[in-house]
Nanobody
Framework: QVQFVDSGGALVQPGGSLRLSCAVS????????IGWYRQAPGKTRTVVAR???????TYADSVKGRFTISRDNAKNTLYLQMNRLTPEDTAVYYC?????????WGQGTQVTVSS
């Protein structure tokens, strides 16, 4: 059974950094495209970063240059390094296949950027 377990969210001040983790079971992550998504209150869930099976990465314009997606194949885990955070980054963050599969959302992890 495929499972994505998101963690690492926290309350952080503007300009700060966080690293999110996504532990995956049931698949070998290096064989799939995986994305980090976020959903802010009252908004739709959108992709912010994704990585293909061959390691190619793509970012939403709003996070380009600040966020970095990476993958540890030995741990079957993905990461999202987030730097220079702003209040607009406040959201629940999730990982999932890319393209997304509605059957495999995890619980998400809350990121709040506030002073």
């Amino acid at each position: 059974q495929v499972q994505f377990v998101d963690s690492g969210g926290a309350l952080v001040q503007p300009g700060g950094s966080l690293r999110l983790s996504c532990a995956v079971s049931g698949i070998i992550v290096s064989r799939y495209g995986i994305g980090w998504y976020r959903q802010a209150p009252g908004k739709t869930r959108t992709v912010v970063a994704r990585i293909t099976y061959d390691g190619t990465t793509t970012y939403a314009d709003s996070v380009k240059g600040r966020f970095t997606i990476s993958r540890d194949n030995a741990k079957n885990t993905l990461y999202l390094q987030m730097n220079r955070l702003t209040p607009e980054d406040t959201a629940v963050y999730y990982c999932n296949f890319y393209p997304r599969n509605e059957n495999y959302w995890g619980q998400g992890t809350q990121v709040t950027v506030s002073s």
